[in-house]
């Protein structure tokens, strides 16, 4: 079946600090991927997307690529911010419109100033 | 940007008792909504998937006759927990599909449910 694994949290950073958070999927066919970002007391919102491999994501200064090679959707941002801090959920979509999304149990980063 | 509400943010319930969960899309029409359950440190599971007008589509597992889920309006989903037990106790979330956006999908912050 369809499935995401992401990197157990929590992630606990220093402003400015590198964050990566990885994400590897199990799908049968070609899915698409998301990165959703829940902050404190507001529901999930949409952080990037990708639809096909090697196509990278991007919105607010994070970036995740597609590989289809290593089934892995991984997020990034080169210098993160105090108002970062939040729980971060990778998941897919298979094609055809299913309309189901499949999640990770979340990851949740917190930034230091 | 697009809005989904639920409501009540948080309620405590009695066991065997039912209680109902309100999902709304405040500014535009959502054809399609979706209910989640989450656990603590858990993934979101779907439960069903809400279409107006007609029955909901439930997730293998989830049982019909306990979660009764309507989708009377284009703005509205309810959520009804029947005969309330301890280990339905768990955070409800719900989401609308937006049509007119792209099929972007927007989440409701969600509503904790505890069955004392």
């Known amino acids: 079946g369809n499935s995401v694994t992401q990197m157990e949290g929590p992630v606990t950073l220093s402003e400015e600090a590198f964050l990566t958070i990885n994400c590897t999927y199990t799908?049968?066919?070609?899915?698409?991927l998301f990165w959703y970002v829940q902050y404190p007391g507001e529901g999930l919102q949409l952080l990037l997307k990708?639809?096909?491999?090697?196509d990278k994501g991007s919105n607010k200064g994070f970036e995740a690529t597609y590989r289809k090679e290593t089934t892995s959707f991984h997020l990034e941002k080169g210098s993160v911010q105090v108002s970062d801090s939040a729980v971060y959920f990778c998941?897919?979509?298979?094609?055809?419109?299913?309309?189901?999304?499949?999640f990770g149990k979340g990851t949740k980063l917190t930034v230091n100033p | 940007g697009a809005v989904v509400s639920q409501h009540p943010s948080r309620v405590i319930c009695k066991s065997g008792t039912s209680v109902k969960i309100e999902c709304r899309s405040l500014?535009?029409?959502?054809?399609?909504m979706f209910w989640y359950r989450q656990f603590p440190k858990q993934s979101l599971m779907l439960m069903a998937t809400?279409?107006?007008?007609?029955?909901?589509?439930?997730e293998q597992g989830v049982e019909k006759d306990k979660f009764l889920i309507n989708h009377a309006s284009l703005t509205l989903s309810t959520l009804t927990v029947t005969s309330a037990h301890p280990e339905d106790s768990s955070f409800y979330i719900c989401?609308?599909?937006?049509?007119?956006?792209?099929?972007?999908?927007?989440f409701g912050e969600g509503s904790w449910l505890t069955v004392v």
């Open positions: 998941a897919l979509e298979t094609q055809g419109g299913s309309e189901k999304l499949v």
């Open positions: 809400s279409n107006e007008g007609s029955k909901a589509t439930y």
């Open positions: 990708a639809t096909k491999a090697d």
């Open positions: 799908a049968t066919g070609y899915p698409s």
């Open positions: 500014d535009f029409q959502a054809t399609t």
């Open positions: 989401s609308a599909r937006h049509a007119h956006a792209g099929n972007t999908i927007y």
